[in-house]
């Protein structure tokens, strides 16, 4: 997983992630795989929701952090000033990795290698 990770520096399309009646979140060629390889649908439908705030959604700039701690994981949004604006504890994951960052700028989900 990790080593196919390394491998998106940009995308050649966007795909849609929404839960009908949601907000749509527009996924990167590297978001999309991390949605499919790691099942991590759950992630997205969760960056998604958050979308609705108005900590989250006055921000073009959001830096999403998964974190794997303990016994339980951690997702931190913060704007690109550092700007600390929400925190979730999520109590199971099977998520492949312990750590990591998905940008959403203006609506489209990326990985930071894909800026």
Not at 12 to 31: K, M
Not at 76 to 94: P, V
Request: proline fraction near 3%.
């Amino acid at each position: 997983f990790v080593l196919g990770l390394k491998q998106f520096i940009g995308t050649t399309q966007y795909w849609e992630h929404f839960i009908p009646g949601s907000y749509r979140l527009r996924l990167t060629d590297g978001c999309k795989f991390v949605r499919q390889e790691a099942g991590a649908f759950w992630l997205f439908d969760m960056i998604a929701s958050y979308q609705y705030d108005d900590r989250i959604n006055l921000n073009p700039f959001q830096i999403w952090q998964l974190s794997k701690k303990e016994d339980y994981w951690l997702l931190e949004c913060r704007g690109d000033n550092g700007q600390h604006m929400l925190t979730s504890r999520i109590s199971f994951s099977d998520f492949p990795i312990d750590h990591i960052e998905i940008w959403v700028l203006d609506g489209i989900a990326l990985l930071p290698s894909e800026y």
